[in-house]
């Protein structure tokens, strides 16, 4: 028995029949493809060269998760920078939001991943192996035979090399070299979570594919809250190009000759002149295709164009000063205000001095000894070695069993010491004393303490 049909419109990548409906985009290549082919390129280029690239010895980003240390630009932040962490999150959201509210979705079709790697490196493949839209159509119902086969082989390599780049952002360009070298039988680990990635990588772009940015990604759906009328998005010029007619241009109706050329270059499957719809990622593949209709009909070109909804609806200017775009930008600046003054506050160790545990000190009869416990954090990405002393006292003598305290990057470890003293040194059961300890990165922090002894009144 077959399955019933939908009513009404389904997800542009579904039949009616909840079958899966291949999308195959026809290549225009207009001007913002050419564009848009430059930026891939240059994002393709720098994704893959950010890992070789190293600052002060150090890698320029590394998200080492089991570690939990980010290194960004050389500097290296751990779980104790949450604040930091949290206000640069907090910027980056922001800014898409601002970027959203005046340009739309630009970042989905010149510079998400998904898009840049479907459409300037997978589908260039694909039409290597399988030729064009109608070919790969015609491959689509007579079946693939080695063409396809060849294709996805070749895409399962491509698969191997971005997984392994992106895996390089997270254990580092030697480590992964490194793997690289190893059979698999020596370390397993390594080798399955490669080999998931790019079966992940894999799947993605040889089936997955548009479904990415029509089903999955959440930023699609937040969208239409983030948009407004006067955000930049591509749009069809309604009052130009109805009421539409197929065949030759006719002075009686408008510019679109419902030729479907929009339709077919479309990646994610939707027709531009039904309105803005979420699974529009903004490429404006539809609009090269219009313009190349329009340019053979001697038409004006930008029938489908980047604008404004209002202006597209109403051919009326658009509103750039609206309430959106100056608070965003003036969130942003507050943040990144905020971040660049934690920032800069930001020290590369915790010192944090404590009372023993147990007698608060021991007397002898001619020297008090008092224990403290000196907690230190290591919040830079190296090992470091933390001397500790007292500074201006010295009747006041240290013990200090571990002296320099080894602590390994971004750990952190407490050693007791003692600090013994004349019982003359006590004034009313006090003696305050000035703990300093020195390390890593020319640090230096003063710690005050107060050593208690015994009172006039317990002499013996
Ligand atoms: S490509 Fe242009 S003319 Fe052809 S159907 Fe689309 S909007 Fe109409
Ligand atoms: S409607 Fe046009 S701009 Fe939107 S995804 Fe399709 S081709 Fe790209």
Redesign the pocket.
Known sequence: MSAPLAHGRVLPTLNSDGTRRRIR?RLYQGPHHSRRRVTAWLLIALFAGIPWIEVGGKPLVLLDVPRREFTLVGRTFLPTDGVLLMLLMLSIFVAVIWATALVG?AW??WACPQTVYMEFLFRPIERLFEGRREDQLRLDREGGGVRRLAKNVAFFLVSALLANIFLSYFVGIKTLLAWTRLSPLQNWTPFLVVAATTGLVFFDFAFFREQM?TVICPYARIQSVLLDKSSL??GYDKLRGEPRAKGKPRSDRGDCIDCNA??A????????RDGL?L?????????D?CDGIMAKIKKPLGL?RYGAQTTLETQKPTRMLRPRVVIYPVMLAVLLGALFAFGSQRVPADVTVLRGIGAPFTFDGRAVTGELRIKVQNRTGENARYRIELVGTPAVRLIAPENPLEVAAGAQRTTAVFAVAPRSEFKAGRREIVVRVSGAQGFETSVPYRLLGPSEETNP
């Open positions: 985009p979705r989905c079709g940015c998005i591509v929009c339709v270059a479309c990646p994610t499957g939707i027709d531009i719809q699974e529009c990622i903004a490429c404006a593949q539809c609009a295709a489908i």
